[in-house]
């Protein structure tokens, strides 16, 4: 039996064994997030050769245990460090792939990853191995050329050196993240066998493109599925500029509007919240969406502060997206007793 996760369902819980997760407070947008519980932990043997904050390893193979079942083809208009992408290569749930991503230094160092894998391999190992006992100002060289020339060698390596793998730019546009002086960045045995490993499963099936989102999305057809995690609200335009490009609320909404019209499954990651501290703005109910709420675990900040808040992310997901009841211990968990709530209301 294959049931629908439907908006009819936004207020029921799910259930881990004897133990209820009710679902939050009802937010600003008329939603009562079903809270999962499930708690996602990343899935093993997948090559991630990009370190990236905010990266979805966390919950790509929750995320792509709720795809439907023959989806040819995954479209990622936000791909950052293409998690979700390459989880759904590793558990063969896609044929083909759509990667883009506003950032170009970012695409043009995928585009050598997935092409010329053993070259950036090489490259990458040249620029770490130049560090050995000049390792700060080696990192201030390579920043510096970067800002100059743009080249994906120098920016993956940043990105293995810098603190937190953060991509943050001045106001001038140039890369300005500090390096994390605890850390050497990964070795380069270990970073050329992920650059190789994930061209093997994106090399001749992809297609790589630097535009902007809504662009991806028009080109959107039956047969894809959609994931989107863009940048999130409140880190954007920021004084530390995390991220160059930002996406206004309203268009964004628009867009997927849009992709509803022509019954064009997709899943968004968008807010979330620590304890009852919300980050951002819900999706409206109006797309008619289910909302729902993923134990992230607990917030470090929290526990710092002596508290046991924890965080969760929000994953909205379109009605095009069926829950499979038989085989909920691959995405959300929940009881029998709950399992024929959602199929007594489908």
């Known amino acids: 039996m294959r049931e629908s996760l439907g908006t009819g369902l936004r207020s029921k819980r799910l259930f881990d064994g004897n133990q209820a997760r009710s679902a939050s407070p009802t937010t600003e947008s008329g939603y009562a997030p079903i809270v999962s519980s499930a708690l996602p932990k990343p899935l093993r043997g997948v ?20 795809f439907p079942a023959g989806t040819v083809r995954l479209v990622e208009p936000f791909a950052g460090s293409a998690a979700v992408s390459l989880a759904a290569g590793h558990m063969k749930r896609v044929r083909r792939w759509t990667i883009n991503d506003l950032h170009r230094p970012l695409i043009s160092l995928w585009t050598e990853i997935v092409r010329e894998p053993e070259e950036i391999s090489d490259q990458y190992e040249k620029v770490w191995r130049a560090q050995i006992g000049d390792e700060r100002a080696h990192y201030d060289r390579v920043r510096s050329r970067f800002n100059a020339h743009h080249r994906p060698a120098d920016f993956l390596y940043l990105l293995a050196r810098c603190v937190k793998a953060a991509i943050r730019y001045n106001a001038r546009g140039e890369f300005n993240n500090s390096p ?20 093997a499963l994106l090399k001749g099936k992809c297609s790589l493109s630097s535009m902007d989102y809504r662009e991806v999305l028009e080109s959107a057809r039956p047969g894809d599925l959609v994931y989107m995690d863009p940048p999130y609200q409140g880190v954007v335009d920021t004084h530390n500029h995390r991220y160059r490009h930002g996406i206004a609320f309203d268009e964004f909404t628009a867009a997927l509007e849009s992709l509803r019209r022509r019954s064009i499954p997709f899943i968004v990651s968008y807010d979330g919240r620590t304890g009852s501290k919300r980050y951002g703005r819900s999706l409206p109910a109006s797309l008619g969406l289910t909302h729902v709420e993923v134990p992230a675990g607990r917030s470090t900040q929290a526990t710092l502060l002596g508290r046991d808040d924890s965080t969760f992310e929000s994953l909205y997901l379109s009605p095009e997206i069926p829950v499979d009841l038989r085989h909920l211990r691959h995405g959300p968990r929940m009881s029998v007793e709950t399992a024929s709530l959602f199929a007594e209301s489908a």
């Not at 990009?50 to 966390?58: A, C, H, L, T, V």
Request: net charge positive; hydrophobic share 30%; aromatic share 4%.
């Open 180 to 199: 994390d002086n605890r850390r050497l960045g990964a070795l380069p045995s270990t970073m050329r066998r992920h650059i190789v490993g994930a061209s």
């Open 47 to 66: 090559p991630h050769p990009i370190p990236y904050q905010g990266s979805k390893r966390q919950l790509a193979h929750y995320i792509v245990s709720l």
